[in-house]
């Protein structure tokens, strides 16, 4: 069985610098490879007696190139190329089987990543050691016992992380009692029918999503018949309204007559002055 573990890791800044060459150095030698894969694509359909191109092809040939035209190749864990072009060699290979688009060229900033083999790299405890670079601190160790295959160290924003592939042996098997056997029929009102007659209903997950919406509205709709039935008076605060408002209407609207020595207007407090 293969399971896979990421760890977030913690390089310093000798170590970043190192992560990004070795990313653009996959990156470089996946663009790479690619444009003479096209090219000796096209030139084998144009005459079939040439060999047709494939990544242990290209890796030879890389190899062959780096010394004098691309030293700064070096400077980095040979893996880095190598994997990038047999991880073209396995895209060719999904596509052509229809399980994968044609590949694309990778772009500086966009799923930076180099792979490394079980024997360039090795962990102990909360450290992964990496040839040419030296040890490098993780926050976890690996979860999993077993045997390492390789690892792909990737930058996600502004963090780096290493994805460990581990083998381990597979479950034992338990075997179980024979059961009887009983036929089910999928359907709509219940997930399943059994032969025996019981029913399993589903979630229903659509009907209770609508359930607290209708709750809601047909409260909404309770408070406004209430609000609409017991008038303006019905809060505190339109209560408050009604005894300030209606008395000093009064007081304005009935005619007095003037005392001796009385103000030819009378003042409301808030409102205007009321002509008797």
Request: charged fraction near 25%.
């Amino acid at each position: 069985m293969i399971l896979g573990h990421q760890i977030a890791l913690d390089p310093n800044d000798v170590q970043e610098t190192y992560f990004r060459k070795a990313s653009g150095t996959a990156r470089f030698a996946y663009n790479w490879a690619l444009d003479q894969w096209q090219q000796q694509y096209d030139a084998w359909t144009r005459d079939p007696t040439l060999p047709k191109p494939s990544d242990a092809a290209l890796r030879r040939q890389l190899n062959a190139l780096k010394g004098d035209a691309f030293p700064w190749m070096l400077e980095v864990t040979k893996n880095a190329p190598q994997m990038a072009i047999m991880h073209l060699g396995q895209a060719f290979k999904n596509f052509f089987k229809g399980t994968a688009e044609y590949p694309t060229f990778k772009k500086k900033g966009r799923h930076d990543n180099f792979t490394l083999t079980n024997d360039q790299f090795a962990i102990k405890g909360p450290r992964v050691h990496i040839p040419k670079l030296g040890s490098v601190r993780m926050h976890e160790p690996v979860r999993f016992v077993g045997k390492v295959v390789e690892g792909t160290i990737s930058r996600t924003a502004d963090r780096w992380f290493l994805s460990v592939t581990v083998e381990i042996p597979d479950p034992p098997v338990v075997r179980r009692e024979n059961q009887a056997v009983v036929g089910v029929d999928l359907g709509v009102s219940a997930v399943a029918t059994l032969a025996t007659g019981e029913k399993i209903r589903g979630p229903k997950a659509y009907a209770a999503t609508l359930e607290k919406p209708r709750r809601l509205s047909q409260s909404n709709s309770v408070a406004r018949w209430r609000s609409r039935k017991s008038g303006p008076g019905s809060s505190p605060a339109n209560r408050f309204r009604k005894e300030c408002t209606f008395p000093s209407r009064g007081i304005c609207r009935k005619p007095r007559s003037a005392s001796p020595g009385s103000m030819p207007g009378l003042r409301i407090s808030g409102r205007t002055p009321c002509i008797n």
